[in-house]
């Protein structure tokens, strides 16, 4: 089984900053690389950041791009999304989840197979 438990949300001021954190445990399994993503009231989850295991490429979504740092400490298990210059529309449900192997595109939800629970973040104007 894997389990991965986000964490680090909170309630923030516009331009404020927050880094949520991302532990993975369980059997170990086959995967590319991770990502992180949103999903807001009455809207669809969409993609926010990922990053490759190997050679440690990172994407991002461009609302994100610039704002938004996602890393890695391999030896720990963890991801983490470094969150800066928040605005209020970045207030969602914030999820972490494995990509599926051999499922190249970090972009597309369908190749993302084990997720988190989900951390609120809540950004006040």
């Known amino acids: 089984q894997v389990q991965l438990v986000e964490s680090g949300g909170g309630l923030v001021q516009a331009g404020g900053s927050l880094r949520l954190s991302c532990a993975a445990s369980?059997?170990?399994?086959?995967?590319?690389?991770m990502g992180w993503f949103r999903q807001a009231p009455g809207k669809e989850r969409e993609f926010v950041a990922a990053?490759?295991?190997?050679?440690?490429?990172?994407y991002y979504a461009d609302s994100v791009k610039g704002r938004f740092t996602i890393s890695r400490i391999n030896t720990k298990n963890t991801l983490y999304l470094q969150m800066n210059s928040l605005k209020p529309e970045d207030t969602a449900v914030y999820f972490c989840?494995?990509?599926?192997?051999?499922?190249?595109?970090?972009?597309?939800?369908?190749?993302?197979?084990?997720w988190g629970q989900g951390t609120q973040v809540t950004v006040s104007s």
């Open positions: 989840a494995y990509q599926r192997p051999g499922y190249m595109d970090p972009y597309n939800i369908v190749g993302y197979n084990y």
């Open positions: 369980g059997r170990t399994i086959s995967t590319n690389g």
């Open positions: 990053i490759r295991f190997s050679g440690g490429s990172t």
